[in-house]
Every structure is written in C-alpha cells, then in structure tokens.
C-alpha cells in the first residue's frame, strides 16, 4: 500500500528508488499514480497482463515488437499507456516517442499528462530526467537529455521525426491510442482512412522497423477496423491482448468502473455496441447480425402454450423484385418464443387473404389452440389487408413500427435495425426455439445470418419474427382498447 511516508521514504533513497521503479512498470504506476492523485491505483489482472506484455518490449523479451491491445472503455486504458510512456523515459531519456489518436483535444490533454510527469518534483528527483524548457508545448516536448515525445492526430502530418532510435536498444514507442472516433465506426471511408494512415504514415515513422515498439490500445468498433486489419494481414508482426468486458464466469473485470447490472443493460438495449466496445467481439454490420447458433431447437413442439399468435410482414405482387409476405406463428412458454410454422412466398393480394385464412387454420388444427390474435403491421400493404378482413370473425390485431423514445417522449418511426435492437437480447440469450426439421428452416437461417438491419429486401421472415419477439414481451399486458397508444408511445 502506497502512502506519504512511503513516497517520502523513497525520495530519501533516490538511487535504489530509482532502480526499484525501472525495472518494474507495476511498481511505477503504483507509486507514481498515488503521487500524483493521492489514490491507489487498482490493478485487475488485465492491467498486470498488459503491463508484463510492455515490459517485455521494453526489456526485449517479446516474441512480436507490437502489442495490440482491445479493451473496454473505463478500464484505464489510456491511463496504462500514459504511465508506459513516461516510464521509458526512466528506461531511456533519449528516447524517442510519437503519440497519436482521433482527436486534437484528446492528444493534447494526454501528452500534457506525460509531459507534467516527467516534470514533477518526485520525478525529477529520482530519475534525474526533467523537461527541457524553450520545448515545453503539449504538441512536442523535449526532456533535458533530448527525448522527446510527439502528439499528433490521426492524419496529422509527422515529417523530419521518428519513433524509437536507430540502435537495438529501448529508445521509445510509436503509441496509437483509439485510431477512431466511435460514433464513425459505420463509415468505410472513415475506417479506411484510419488503416491508409497507419500503413502510409506512421510505418514510416519508425527509426529501426525491426526493433521499435508499436503499440496499439483501443475498443473495437467493426470487424473492418484497425486491429481487425492487423489480423488479416499483419498478426505474425503483433501480439493480441482481448479484454472483454465480462469474463468467462459471467463477471465484470472491473466492477468498480462497470457493473454487470450496466454491461447486460447495454447488451439488452444496444447488442452492437455490447459485443464491440465492451466485449472486442465485434459483429459484421450489413450481415451477421444474427448467427444460427444463438437459436435453441425443439424435436417435438410443447404440448401447452402460454400464448398462440400469428405475425404478418405483408407484401402483394408476384413480381420477382417484389417483396416476400411472411407468416409466422409464435408459441409463447414462459419466456420461451417457439416459433411453430412460417409461411414466406411473393403472392398476389387474392390469394394472400386465401393463404392466410388457411395459415390460421392450420395453427388451430395442429396445436388444438386457436391462436388468440394475427397480428398485420399496419403500412401500406397490410392497411388493405386490415380492412379487407375485419368483420370476418379471425382475431385481427394492428402492429405499428414506432418505438418510444423515453427522453424526448415523441412518436418517431422505428428503423429495421432499432427494431432488432430491443429484442435482439432474447436471441442472444437462446430464448428462440426453432424445429429442428421442417422445410422453411433452412432458409430462415440463410436469413438470419444474413440480416443487415439496413433494409435488405429478404430479410422477411426475421422482421416478423422481430415484431414477434417483441409481442411477447409486451402484448399480454396490453389493454386492446388503448394498443396504439401503448405500442407507439
């Protein structure tokens, strides 16, 4: 346990002090955080692991002279690599050090970090390093034997300056820290701009590419990002280090700064960023949304269930570039969705009424239950299909694609892939049962794996079996009088 009389008992012994802190970067942080915060830093075992991957860069001992690291936000990340960096000037304070990440902002508050712990009395007074004075700008520093450290944005110009030095020895770091702002991780250019600068730009920065150390700390944001890059066509020159934010026995790895109340709310309400920034497991947009494997399959269907209903995406034409009408009946046992039968072919508004009549006779028959509602979305195709059958004696129920915005309290149109994101954490949790044999199965999976949620025009069976998700979670609580205020508000 770091204290003040320990910090003052180290400045007392500067010379094994300092030997204490070189050779040991866990020792560093530890004394240089309670330094400077007045506070204990807390070491998870992901922190120790990264911090033995960078000492052996340092020390040459790693296998690979890059280090990848993905982690979660919160997890001290950017503070890890602060410390890394002010450390090796104590390793060598001629080093050389090029520090980058996606914002001007970002990278002038960090290196002002590095910068006022090279400048600190507790520093000075045991490594003998201090900054030198007429280059003291956050940009680009100099230390008072001419290391320097400097700080630019991802697509920055970098000329006449280099990351380590020309020698075998530890002379620096090329540290790339979030290449990209999360909020463009949907833009191609923008994750190729990230991946042209690192191969253009900052490879070229490096004063011996045999010996110099990368590193690269960041949370994933696609499949196609930069760590994602690095595997395909770099992984013999890096070493991975994956933190996922839950671990294997379904705890959180650092519970003081993420609950696992908060990582399975934000699985729940948004699975993309869940499985990218906060489980480096980043899903494939425009497909693979969904993977088979996440869906439980029955041999023989239960023999009650709590709840029988049908959910209709409608379509009319038999037009090849029309849209597909789909089917779907849904067996509700406790929190298990069954989904029994589906129906999916182009037909013609006749015949779509005919289909559907038999559809709901079909599902009485077999399940020796009438299903209590159909449920037909109410947008253009399926307003003529509403009207065509009321008055018929089949349970119509309307369905609307809004979602409720609790913030701004509006009725707002709910895209393809909000819609997948309320329920998506009933397919994750394998709380869908397909059969494991019937001929609609097959395409039904192609679909799933192939759902974008970006409006792909086969993507039918999934959007009803989206809106069936959601009926049952909420429409057995539903006063019928008032189901439109209750599914749009």
């Not at 890394?84 to 304070?93: D, E, K, M, Q």
């Not at 067996?331 to 038999?358: A, E, H, M, Q, T």
């Amino acid at each position: 346990m770091i204290n003040d009389n320990l910090i003052k008992e180290l400045l007392r012994n500067p010379v094994e002090t300092r030997e204490l802190l070189r050779c040991s970067l866990k020792n560093y942080i530890s004394v240089m955080h309670y330094y400077l915060a007045r506070e204990q830093f807390i070491f998870k075992p992901f922190h120790l692991e990264i911090i033995k991957s960078i000492e052996d860069l340092v020390f040459g001992r790693a296998e690979k002279q890059n280090l990848a690291i993905s982690i979660a936000p919160r997890c001290g990340k950017s503070e890890l690599l602060k410390d890394a960096l002010s450390w090796g000037f104590t390793i060598n304070p001629k080093g050389n050090n090029i520090y980058t990440s996606y914002s001007d902002k970002l990278i002038l508050d960090f290196s002002g970090k590095v910068r006022d712990t090279v400048d600190s009395e507790f520093y000075k007074t045991i490594f003998n390093v201090s900054l030198k004075q007429d280059t003291a700008s956050k940009a680009l520093w100099k230390t008072n034997q001419d290391g320097v450290l400097m700080a630019s944005a991802l697509g920055g110009t970098i000329t006449g300056f280099g990351a380590g030095v020309s020698s075998d020895e530890f002379g620096g770091f090329l540290a790339v820290d979030d290449p990209m702002k999360a909020d463009d991780y949907k833009s191609e250019t923008e994750r190729q701009n990230v991946i042209d600068y690192y191969t253009a730009t900052l490879k070229s920065r490096l004063n011996n590419k045999d010996k110099t150390p990368t590193i690269l700390i960041m949370q994933r944001l696609h499949k196609n990002d930069l760590i994602g890059w690095l595997k395909q066509n770099e992984a013999e020159l890096w070493k991975f280090i994956e933190v996922p934010a839950i671990d294997k026995n379904n705890n959180s790895i650092f519970p003081e700064k993420l609950s696992l109340k908060f990582l399975n709310k934000e699985k729940q309400i948004d699975p993309y960023t869940f499985w990218s920034q906060y489980m480096q497991q980043p899903i494939a947009l425009g497909g693979n949304l969904i993977k088979s494997e996440w869906y439980k399959r029955y041999n023989v269907a239960p023999q009650e269930f709590d709840d029988l209903y049908i959910v209709c995406d409608t379509a009319f034409s038999k037009k090849e570039s029309a849209d597909f009408t789909a089917f779907m009946s849904i067996g509700i046992v406790g929190n298990n969705i069954y989904v029994l039968d589906v129906y999916n072919k182009r037909v013609d508004f006749p015949n779509l009424k005919i289909d559907l009549k038999s559809f709901f006779e079909k599902q009485k028959n077999t399940y020796n239950k009438t299903p209590n509602a159909i449920y037909i979305e109410n947008k253009a195709s399926g307003q003529s299909l509403l009207q065509e059958l009321e008055g018929t004696g089949l349970p119509i129920k309307e369905i609307y694609p809004t979602v409720r915005n609790t913030e701004l309290q509006r009725e707002e149109r709910a895209d393809k892939l909000r819609r997948y994101n309320e329920v998506s954490t009933y397919i994750y949790d394998g709380y869908v049962w397909l059969p494991e044999v019937s001929g609609w199965v097959l395409d039904f999976l192609n679909q799933s794996e192939s759902f974008d949620g970006l409006g792909d025009a086969h993507d039918d069976m999934i959007d009803t079996l989206i809106y069936g998700i959601k009926l049952s979670k909420e429409v057995r609580q539903i006063d019928w009088q008032n189901f439109k205020k209750v599914f749009s508000r």
